[in-house]
C-alpha cells in the first residue's frame, strides 16, 4: 500500500512538472490568437474571438521564407565546421599520445574555459574582427563567431564519451588494417551517434534563438535571421504585440518538431556522455 501511495504520488509531480514545462508554449500559443488590448488588459484569459489576423500580418511584415533561408544556411554550416573541428581535437586529447602530458590537459582545459566566458563581452571584440575581415553584415559575421562559441560545450560532451567507451574496439580496426581515416568515420563516428544527436540540437537551437550577435552584425534585411523577427514590431512609441507573438511561434515550431524528432538521441548523449565527464 505505501509502494501504492509513493508512486501515485510520483506520478503526480511528474504531471505537475510537466504542465509547469507545457504552460508556457501553450500560453504563448493563445496569446497568438488576441489582440494587443486582450493581452494586456487579460493575459491569462482565452482570447474572445480566435483568428488568424495576428500571423497574415506577422507574414506581410516579415519576408519569413528569407530569414528562414538565411538562418538555415548560418545553422548548417556552423554545425558542420564545429563538428567536425570537435570530432578532431576531442579524438584528439582522448587517443592521441603527447610527449608531455601537459599540453593534452592544457588544450582540454583551454577549450572549456570557452564555456565560462560571458558572450556578452565578446560582442565589441567580434565586431572589430569581422570589420578587419570584411564580412560584416553577412552571414558569416554570425557563422564564424557561432563555431567559435559551440566548440567548448561540444568538446565537454565529446571527450565524455570517448572516453566512456573502450580502446579495444579502435584496436580491434586497427588489427584488421583500418587506417586513420577508416577507424574514424568507419568506428568511432557510429558511436558517437547519440552525443552527435545531443550536441547538434543544443547547437541547432542556440544558433536559431540568438540575438545579441545577430541584431548587433546585421543591419540589411535582406541577410536577417528568424531571431530578429519579433523585433520588427516595435516603434519608437509603439508595439505590436499580437503580431510580436504570432512571429514568435513561428520561430519556436521547427525548433520543437526538430527537438521531437532526436529527443532520444539527446537523452542517450547527455546520459552517457556528460556524466561520465
Do not use: H
Request: charged share 15%.
Amino acid at each position: 500500500m505505501k509502494k501504492s501511495k509513493s508512486y501515485y504520488f510520483l506520478i503526480f509531480i511528474v504531471v505537475l512538472i510537466t504542465l509547469l514545462m507545457i504552460f508556457p508554449f501553450v500560453w504563448t500559443i493563445v496569446m497568438s490568437f488576441k489582440t494587443d488590448t486582450d493581452i494586456i488588459n487579460a493575459p491569462l484569459a482565452l482570447p474572445k474571438v480566435w483568428n488568424f489576423d495576428n500571423y497574415i500580418r506577422a507574414l506581410k511584415t516579415l519576408d519569413i521564407f528569407a530569414m528562414y533561408k538565411n538562418t538555415f544556411f548560418i545553422v548548417i554550416v556552423t554545425q558542420i565546421v564545429s563538428l567536425v573541428i570537435t570530432f578532431m581535437s576531442s579524438f584528439a586529447i582522448c587517443r592521441m599520445k603527447f610527449k608531455n602530458k601537459k599540453i593534452k590537459n592544457f588544450l582540454y582545459i583551454y577549450y572549456l574555459i570557452g564555456i565560462s566566458v560571458p558572450v556578452y563581452i565578446l560582442l565589441f571584440p567580434i565586431y572589430r574582427i569581422n570589420i578587419q575581415l570584411g564580412v560584416l553584415d553577412t552571414p558569416w559575421s554570425l557563422i564564424l563567431p557561432y563555431i567559435a562559441i559551440t566548440i567548448p560545450f561540444n568538446t565537454l560532451l565529446f571527450v565524455g564519451f570517448m572516453k566512456g567507451f573502450p580502446k579495444e574496439l579502435e584496436e580491434a580496426a586497427i588489427i584488421d588494417g583500418c587506417n586513420l581515416f577508416q577507424l574514424c568515420t568507419r568506428v568511432v563516428v557510429p558511436i558517437l551517434k547519440p552525443v552527435i544527436a545531443t550536441v547538434t540540437v543544443f547547437n541547432v537551437i542556440y544558433n536559431w534563438n540568438e540575438f545579441p550577435f545577430a541584431v548587433t552584425y546585421i543591419s540589411s534585411p535582406a541577410n536577417y535571421t528568424v531571431s530578429l523577427a519579433t523585433s520588427m514590431f516595435k516603434g519608437a512609441y509603439s508595439r505590436d504585440y499580437s503580431a510580436m507573438i504570432a512571429a514568435a511561434v513561428l520561430i519556436m515550431i521547427p525548433q520543437l518538431i526538430f527537438y521531437a524528432l532526436l529527443q532520444k538521441q539527446i537523452i542517450a548523449g547527455m546520459t552517457e556522455g556528460a556524466v561520465k565527464a
